[in-house]
């Protein structure tokens, strides 16, 4: 039992919006009580209704939702105009939850509690959807995603003569560029293997995870103008929009995986066994391109040059990784800090597992995991706080 109200009590009117508390009043505070509805999230006051005299014997107090689809706090306290409402003062009021979709109200919860322990409560809520969020909002759309993604990749190469071949021919393209202008023209060549095939295995298990990142993470910024319609007129779950950029460069990724196959079995007849650590690599590389694409979409809604300065990010990460060139190419005293780089992990990883025969540098791979689950639920974070006013920016 609350000291001030006791046996709270709450029914609904679904088709009025309507919800009713009904409580007996003890220890009288002010005159009057009165009711506030709140935005649950931001604070913002909406409305408040008309007070009503205080009595020590059972009080009804009935509050209409507004119209609007969302979920609101109404707070039923004590009030009068000499001191104002007793819950700013730190006093216990009756809050009530409440959800109105498709003009109904429905109640999620009803309790007495004060200020402090509202905040301690919205905390812990916030706590709880920073790591649940993420996973619920993907799990529960992945047929959307899959759809989208297809949708994606079709749509891309639509009209052209080599129509969803492009998927391959792409990656095959780009590598066959890069390999000849690094492997042919400037020779360059990776440890004591100074052959041309070990210049293109090499290169090509390091482009791998760069190919699904650095294509997802370059759309991200134009993705949720590129679906504007989406967000102003449908209601529909926009953060699965980078995360289908993610799994369309996973596509891309397999395919040029594929291809190294090809060239792996040609050069050296077979494919180690530590190759089967690719999934568990994958997890990481998931993780950070998720985070990050989360991260730039948002922020590319309201900075429309972020694209442009992406497209220069990107290549100059590409070059400050060991991609094209050995390790041993880089300046002994950047090494240090540019080993930090989380793709340069990446593509030491792939290079140990498919072309070295032994298992990744467990050290760094669990340290980029862990970086990489701080940008994905970070990434979200700031995605879900700003996903609010992408139909009011676009």
């Excluded at 492009?166 to 560029?177: E, F, G, H, R």
């Excluded at 060549?189 to 090499?202: E, I, P, Q, T």
């Amino acid at each position: 039992m609350a000291q001030g109200y006791v046996d709270p009590q709450f029914e609904v009117v679904p088709e009025r919006r309507t919800v009713t508390a009904h409580f007996r009043l003890q220890e009288r505070d002010r005159s009057a009580i009165g009711w506030q509805i709140f935005d649950p999230e931001t604070s913002t006051f909406i409305s408040e209704g008309e007070w009503q005299p205080a009595a020590k014997d059972n009080v009804t107090v009935a509050v209409q939702l507004p119209q609007a689809r969302g979920r609101y706090h109404v707070y039923v306290s004590e009030v009068d105009e000499e001191r104002g409402w007793a819950y700013a003062h730190g006093r216990k009021f009756v809050l009530i939850d409440a959800t109105v979709e498709q003009g109904r109200a429905t109640l999620n919860e009803g309790m007495v509690t004060t200020l402090a322990g509202l905040r301690r409560r919205r905390l812990g809520d916030s706590v709880r959807r920073f790591f649940t969020l993420p996973i619920r909002g993907i799990a529960g759309n992945l047929s959307l995603i899959r759809s989208m993604v297809r949708r994606d990749i079709l749509a891309r190469y639509r009209g052209s003569f080599g129509d969803v071949v492009w998927t391959i021919l792409n990656p095959l393209l780009l590598m066959a560029t890069y390999y000849f202008v690094f492997g042919v023209v400037l020779r360059t060549r990776f440890g004591a293997d100074s052959s041309r095939s070990g210049f293109v295995l090499y290169f090509l298990a390091g482009m791998m995870p760069w190919l699904a990142f650095s294509e997802a993470v370059g759309r991200s910024p134009h993705v949720i103008l590129e679906y504007r319609n989406f967000v102003k007129k449908l209601v529909f779950p926009v953060e699965t929009l980078p995360v289908n950029l993610v799994i369309s460069g996973l596509v891309t990724e397999l395919f040029a995986l594929l291809i190294f196959n090809v060239f792996l079995l040609a050069a050296r007849g077979g494919i180690p066994l530590t190759a089967l650590w690719i999934p568990i690599i994958l997890i990481p590389q998931v993780l950070l391109t998720t985070g990050l694409c989360w991260l730039l979409s948002a922020t590319g809604v309201y900075i429309r040059d972020l694209g442009q300065v992406m497209g220069f990010l990107l290549t100059l990460w590409f070059f400050l990784t060991p991609i094209c060139y050995p390790e041993t190419a880089l300046p002994a005293g950047a090494l240090p800090f540019l080993t930090r780089n989380p793709i340069f992990v990446l593509v030491r990883a792939y290079r140990s597992v498919l072309l070295e025969s032994h298992a990744p540098d467990w050290q760094s791979l669990t340290a980029l995991a862990a970086f990489s689950l701080l940008v994905f639920f970070l990434g979200h974070a700031w995605f879900y706080k700003l996903r609010k006013s992408f139909a009011d920016v676009i």
